[in-house]
């Protein structure tokens, strides 16, 4: 049975809940659900393992804080032996507009410190990554109240909507590959209504 590792990145606690910077773990949440899985603490992460269509998901919530995920997606692939290709790390991302969604098979931290951390662990930037737009809708200097605020209210539709679309997004990943899937995804809008 192939093996793969979700990884969400977001921020443990309360306060983080439900804030742009926590997309990943809302995402990787949203997967684990449908297919009947329960996180539960462990090393590193929370994490949930399901099933579907005879493959494997290993879910991980990194709980090292984002600016260390690389050390809990490090542990949990190598823990659970799956190859760096057969990993998604779901992400927020200020450079893509709400209206979008971007799956890479590689590409740069764009600033990121999850990513940074990730790619310092893996040493390299060759990893499947899902970005989630966020927009940058924020004044000059206000960059972090921005990304760790809570969605505007009319925004929470089209997240909504774009959360169920990541969980197809993880599906087809794992079924027909990260070539095909990315030729769906990367041109799929999801406007404002």
Same mark, same amino acid.
């Given at each position: 049975?192939?093996?793969?590792l979700?990884?969400?990145?977001? /921020? @443990?606690?309360? +306060? =983080?809940?439900?804030t742009?910077?926590? #997309?990943?773990?809302?995402?990787?949440?949203?997967?684990?659900?449908?297919?009947?899985?329960?996180?539960?603490?462990?090393? *590193?992460? !929370?994490?949930? !393992? %399901?099933?579907?269509?005879?493959? #494997?998901?290993?879910?991980?919530?990194? $709980?090292? =804080?984002?600016? *260390?995920?690389?050390?809990?997606?490090? =542990?949990?692939?190598?823990?659970?032996? #799956?190859?760096? +290709?057969? $990993?998604?790390? %779901?992400?927020?991302?200020?450079?893509?507009?709400?209206?979008?969604?971007?799956? &890479?098979?590689?590409?740069?931290?764009?600033?990121h410190?999850?990513?940074?951390?990730?790619?310092?662990?893996?040493?390299?930037?060759? =990893?499947?990554?899902? &970005?989630?737009?966020?927009?940058?809708?924020?004044?000059?200097?206000?960059?972090?109240d921005?990304? *760790?605020?809570?969605?505007?209210?009319?925004?929470?539709?089209?997240?909504?909507?774009? @959360?169920?679309?990541? %969980? +197809?997004? @993880? +599906?087809?990943?794992?079924? #027909?590959?990260? !070539?095909?899937?990315?030729?769906?995804? /990367?041109?799929?809008?999801?406007? *404002?209504?």
């Amino acid at each position: 049975m192939s093996k793969f590792l979700i990884v969400g990145l977001g /921020n @443990i606690g309360a +306060e =983080y809940a439900n804030t742009r910077h926590n #997309i990943g773990f809302d995402v990787v949440h949203a997967f684990a659900v449908k297919h009947g899985g329960m996180f539960k603490t462990d090393r *590193l992460a !929370e994490v949930a !393992e %399901v099933k579907w269509k005879g493959k #494997i998901f290993v879910c991980i919530l990194p $709980t090292t =804080y984002m600016n *260390l995920s690389g050390k809990a997606f490090k =542990y949990w692939m190598d823990k659970e032996k #799956i190859p760096l +290709e057969q $990993t998604l790390t %779901v992400v927020d991302d200020l450079a893509l507009p709400l209206s979008k969604l971007r799956l &890479r098979g590689a590409g740069s931290d764009a600033g990121h410190n999850g990513l940074k951390d990730i790619q310092l662990m893996v040493g390299t930037d060759k =990893y499947p990554k899902l &970005r989630f737009g966020i927009g940058d809708k924020f004044p000059k200097g206000m960059q972090v109240d921005f990304v *760790l605020g809570k969605w505007f209210p009319e925004e929470v539709p089209v997240v909504k909507q774009k @959360i169920d679309k990541c %969980v +197809e997004v @993880i +599906e087809q990943f794992a079924a #027909i590959g990260i !070539e095909r899937t990315m030729n769906t995804v /990367n041109n799929l809008n999801f406007p *404002l209504s």
